[in-house]
């Protein structure tokens, strides 16, 4: 299987904002989607790269979070919009556009510096992140009726569920950026559909199809050597929208086999044509 889309995080590139540009990669045409870094310059990043020949259609922009916050300048957010054709023509309940939103959530840091701002319920990252895929979803609502699906693809630094970690019972891990329990319970808001709450509903496209899948992880510190030991954190997620079918999502996995960095990628296959 060949991939028709990958998304990059952290590539640290020295561009300025964002843009979308393309090219040419073993024979095939990739259009190639970027947000860079206004803060400081080689540091974070994300970039979302497609074949041209199979969605044409396609666009790709930064998506706003927080501008005012210097987290909302570190080129973290990408936005790849596909019209749904089929959707659109049917009209009704079908959907018209997919969102696939390429994220790289700000860490809370060795001392935890950022945690504050990142679990504010109103004010912090991951508020206003669930604010921006509000948005999104409304924005396709507006433009293209009756709406679309939002994808959430990316390193969301946190390590959801006891599952999610090798170590839950260390009393430590409770004060260990992306395991404090304030960013495990504002991490979870993006799945929860709890009435009162701030939750999106949205769904764990792993967790759909492997729900009691142990060990599978997607990051491990090269300092303290972990990964021969699977010792390891559940960091990066896809998220697929509430109103999106189940069957839509065929395959997830995390492809641990592949080396070259402390994550690993994470795999999506998505039947387009059930989210139609």
């Given at each position: 299987?060949?991939?028709?889309?990958?998304?990059?995080?952290?590539?640290?590139?020295?561009?300025?904002g964002?843009?979308?540009?393309?090219?040419?990669?073993g024979?095939?045409?990739?259009?190639?989607?970027w947000?860079?870094?206004?803060?400081?310059?080689?540091?974070?990043?994300?970039?979302?790269?497609?074949?041209?020949?199979?969605?044409?259609?396609?666009?790709?922009?930064?998506?706003?979070?927080?501008?005012?916050?210097?987290?909302?300048?570190?080129?973290?957010?990408?936005?790849?919009?596909?019209p749904?054709?089929?959707?659109?023509?049917?009209?009704?309940?079908?959907?018209?556009?997919?969102?696939?939103i390429?994220?790289?959530t700000?860490?809370?840091?060795?001392?935890?510096?950022?945690?504050a701002?990142?679990?504010?319920?109103?004010?912090?990252?991951?508020?206003?992140?669930?604010?921006?895929?509000?948005?999104?979803?409304?924005?396709?609502?507006?433009a293209?009726?009756?709406?679309?699906?939002?994808c959430?693809?990316?390193?969301?630094?946190?390590?959801?569920?006891?599952?999610?970690?090798?170590?839950?019972?260390?009393?430590?891990?409770?004060?260990?950026?992306?395991?404090?329990?304030?960013?495990?319970?504002?991490?979870?808001?993006?799945?929860?559909?709890?009435?009162?709450?701030?939750?999106?509903?949205?769904?764990?496209?792993?967790?759909?199809?492997?729900?009691?899948?142990?060990?599978?992880?997607?990051?491990?510190?090269?300092?303290?050597?972990?990964?021969?030991?699977n010792?390891?954190?559940?960091?990066?997620?896809?998220?697929?929208?509430?109103?999106?079918?189940?069957?839509?999502?065929l395959?997830?996995?995390?492809?641990?086999?592949?080396?070259?960095?402390?994550?690993?990628?994470?795999?999506?296959?998505?039947?387009?044509?059930?989210?139609?």
């Amino acid at each position: 299987m060949e991939a028709e889309l990958v998304a990059l995080l952290g590539g640290e590139g020295g561009g300025e904002g964002g843009g979308e540009g393309g090219g040419e990669e073993g024979g095939a045409a990739w259009q190639v989607g970027w947000a860079c870094s206004t803060a400081r310059k080689g540091y974070a990043g994300v970039a979302t790269a497609w074949r041209a020949a199979r969605f044409p259609a396609a666009t790709c922009a930064p998506l706003l979070v927080d501008e005012a916050h210097v987290a909302g300048q570190e080129g973290r957010t990408l936005a790849w919009r596909l019209p749904l054709r089929r959707g659109a023509a049917r009209g009704g309940a079908a959907a018209s556009r997919l969102s696939l939103i390429n994220v790289y959530t700000p860490n809370a840091g060795a001392k935890l510096e950022r945690l504050a701002y990142r679990v504010h319920p109103t004010e912090g990252w991951d508020a206003r992140f669930r604010s921006a895929l509000r948005s999104e979803a409304a924005a396709a609502a507006a433009a293209d009726a009756p709406g679309g699906h939002v994808c959430v693809g990316g390193d969301l630094n946190v390590a959801v569920e006891d599952i999610d970690f090798y170590n839950p019972a260390a009393r430590h891990v409770a004060k260990q950026a992306g395991l404090t329990p304030e960013e495990r319970a504002s991490a979870r808001l993006l799945t929860s559909a709890a009435p009162g709450t701030d939750g999106l509903g949205m769904r764990d496209c792993f967790r759909l199809r492997h729900p009691h899948a142990a060990g599978q992880y997607t990051y491990w510190s090269q300092r303290a050597r972990n990964r021969p030991l699977n010792r390891g954190l559940r960091l990066d997620y896809f998220l697929l929208s509430s109103g999106a079918p189940p069957a839509a999502v065929l395959e997830a996995q995390h492809l641990q086999q592949l080396l070259g960095s402390d994550h690993a990628p994470v795999l999506l296959e998505l039947d387009l044509a059930q989210l139609e």
